[in-house]
């Protein structure tokens, strides 16, 4: 009978008790910035902010999603709104021109390798290639 080793398995040192550095830094700032506003605020404000600093703390330190930390999440969702998306193909609204043997013309050369020079260079493909008839299907949309 086979059993499956887990392999790379990461596990993070309990640096001040049951906690990690990662979550003891987020509980000490929290009490820190609490303690800074308890002598800035007045009380009432303060009773209403600080609890909410430490339930966040306690949610950045602890709460995870489908096994994705918390802060990963934060850092992942800030990263997609405010990165430029890049699109790597973009088809372009022009038909397909088709060629009838009467069509070609002493100029016809130089008006391909204008578009050539516009467009950048084409993909050259075989006749008898898979690639060929992919390109094939996708250009007529069959």
Do not use: C, N
């Not at 800035?40 to 489908?66: D, N, S, T």
């Amino acid at each position: 009978m086979e059993f499956t080793i887990p392999q790379f398995i990461e596990k993070e040192a309990k640096i001040v008790g049951p906690l990690t550095f990662k979550q003891f830094a987020f509980f000490g700032l929290a009490v820190l910035v609490s303690a800074a506003l308890f002598f800035i605020l007045p009380k009432f404000i303060f009773f209403i902010v600080g609890p909410v600093l430490l339930v966040g703390a306690f949610a950045l330190a602890f709460y995870k999603k489908e096994g994705v930390p918390l802060p990963d999440l934060m850092i992942g969702f800030f990263s997609f709104i405010f990165k430029p998306k890049i699109y790597l193909w973009k088809k372009k609204g022009v038909p397909p021109r088709f060629l009838r043997p009467g069509d070609i013309d002493k100029g016809a050369a130089k008006r391909e390798s204008l578009e050539e020079k516009r467009q950048g260079p084409r993909l050259k493909m075989s006749r008898g290639s898979h690639l060929h008839d992919l390109f094939t299907q996708v250009e007529t949309k069959e």
